[in-house]
């Protein structure tokens, strides 16, 4: 009996600190999404330029791995406000474009709507069902990578319709990796919240600039 009634207690505080971690996630990525558009409009009010909107995302990255190293102490904070802060940044001159475009506000508006529609449903399922999505890891990792060098493919080769298959190719992989990363949260795979904000950020963060890159396209906008 005493078994018993360990085995429930530990069940009890592992429910709790999965709930603690969900809680702390999903308030840190609201704010880090929140301060993200904030520094995207001060950097379309001040107009900055394709140069510097290049130099704050090479700038992020060198901040992802301050974030994955601070993480564990009281600096993963600042570091993921810096890292968001400047990859919200660098996506000005992208949604100066955009706005400058007919109809461009109304495109940016259904992005962001279609990003929320898409993560609030994704990750609600994950949350409501709890179903342990860890087997897509190995199609997901191999999908990013060649998303990636298709990329880099058509910087040089220009094709615009393979540049629009990227985009969907890429929504579908950002897609799969919320239910991947939410259950990995739910299922004790990620104890830290800051990590797994970055996770769910940077997932959230390519779903919208490459859903907007749909959309415009779409309605030949672009």
Not at 168 to 190: H, W
Request: hydrophobic share 55%; with cysteine.
């Amino acid at each position: 009996m005493n078994e018993f009634g360990y085995g429930v207690e530990r069940s009890q505080e592992s429910v709790l600190a999965t709930n603690k971690v969900l809680k702390n996630t999903y308030m840190l990525l609201a704010m880090t999404l929140i301060f993200s558009a904030f520094t995207a409009a001060i950097s379309m009010v001040v107009g900055i330029g394709q140069g510097l909107a290049l130099i704050l995302m090479l700038v992020s990255f060198g901040l992802l791995f301050w974030v994955h190293k601070a993480a564990e102490s009281s600096q993963g904070i600042i570091a993921i406000f810096a890292f968001t802060g400047c990859l919200g940044a660098s996506l000005g001159p992208m949604l100066s474009y955009y706005v400058a475009l007919t109809n461009g506000p109304g495109i940016v508006l259904q992005a962001l709507g279609g990003t929320g529609l898409i993560f609030f449903a994704l990750s609600g399922y994950a949350l409501t069902t709890r179903k342990d999505f860890s087997f897509l890891r190995g199609f997901l990792f191999t999908g990013l990578i060649v998303a990636i060098v298709a990329m880099i493919l058509n910087l040089f080769l220009g094709i615009p319709i393979l540049s629009l298959v990227i985009s969907a190719a890429v929504i579908m992989i950002m897609s799969g990796l919320i239910l991947f990363d939410t259950s990995r949260i739910i299922n004790g795979g990620e104890t830290n919240y800051i990590r797994a904000t970055v996770s769910l950020y940077l997932n959230i963060y390519n779903i919208f600039i490459h859903l907007l890159h749909l959309i415009s396209a779409l309605s030949g906008r672009n």
